[in-house]
């Protein structure tokens, strides 16, 4: 798995590998855990943003 932040006008990009996965339906629950993860980690930037 490789992470990379890289500048975007609108604040920091990250981008997720993720590979080798068993099959398809392995890679498809931690696609959906990822989207999960990642909606988490903008919610809480966004509400320590705002209570600064």
Do not use: N, Q, Y
């Amino acid at each position: 798995m490789h992470v990379v932040f890289l500048d975007h006008p609108d604040g920091t990009e990250v981008r997720i590998h993720h590979e080798r996965f068993g099959d398809a339906a392995v890679r498809d629950e931690h696609a959906l855990g990822w989207r999960g993860c990642l909606g988490k980690l903008e919610r809480f930037v966004a509400d320590a943003t705002m209570s600064v």
